[in-house]
């Protein structure tokens, strides 16, 4: 990833601001470099602000007769809660039944990563992935659900190591026939390997 070196120098000044009210002196060896680390580090987990999830979409979208449904599942993700800033990170699973044009398989992790590296919650998460695949491939239906552990939850607050959330968001069939979105849920619930 490229960086905007005047960004990286702004927020580093943030960040070294932030180290001295914390107590520390950023001029110690060990915290001589993290202001622009941590800078970097957050530029590259929300650099989905720079990116166009319908491009993304759009620039592998292809003609195609295949009306069945298209899953691809366990998508790893990682987060920022925009509450705390801390992370979220799970699993998404995503499917579309096309309507005359399909997607790079590519490309849905690639939008997946494009919404959750931004600061997020899951809910908004779960509904901007749908409606994007939605938006940018008019398909028959969209299916996405996911799965995260949040550290807001996990190493502060209440405190609970073992919680998870999901989340689902649906159009088209997977919310008028039951029949499609059971065989959805039981797609990325069973192993088929």
């Known amino acids: 990833m490229e960086y905007d070196e005047e960004k990286i120098a702004q927020l580093a000044q943030h960040y070294k601001a932030i180290l ?3 107590g520390e002196d950023p001029r110690r060896e060990g915290l001589l470099k993290t202001p622009e680390r941590v800078a970097k ?3 590259f987990m929300t650099q989905g602000y720079e990116q166009d999830p319908i491009q993304i979409l759009l620039s592998a979208r292809f003609r195609e007769e295949y009306k069945q449904m298209v899953v691809v599942k366990d998508i790893e993700l990682y987060s920022l809660c925009e509450h ?3 992370p979220f990170y799970g699993k998404a699973h995503v499917a579309y039944i096309p ?4 997607t790079g398989l590519s490309k849905i992790p690639r939008v997946v990563d494009c919404f959750a590296r931004r600061l ?6 779960t509904v901007q992935i749908r409606d994007c695949i939605q938006q940018a491939l008019n398909p028959l239906g969209v299916a996405v659900v996911i799965e995260a552990s949040h550290m807001c939850m996990q190493m502060r607050g209440v405190e609970k190591q ?4 999901t989340t689902s968001a649906f ?3 997977f919310l008028t026939q039951l029949q499609t979105r059971e065989e959805f849920m039981n797609l990325i619930s ?3 390997r």
Request: glycine letters at 6%; hydrophobic letters at 45%; zero cysteines.
């Open 20 to 22: 001295e009210l914390l």
């Open 41 to 43: 580090a957050i530029s």
């Open 84 to 86: 705390h800033m801390v």
């Open 99 to 102: 309507n005359g044009f399909i």
């Open 120 to 125: 997020q919650v899951q809910e908004r998460l």
């Open 162 to 165: 073992n919680s998870a959330t």
């Open 171 to 173: 159009t088209g069939a």
């Open 190 to 192: 069973h192993k088929l």
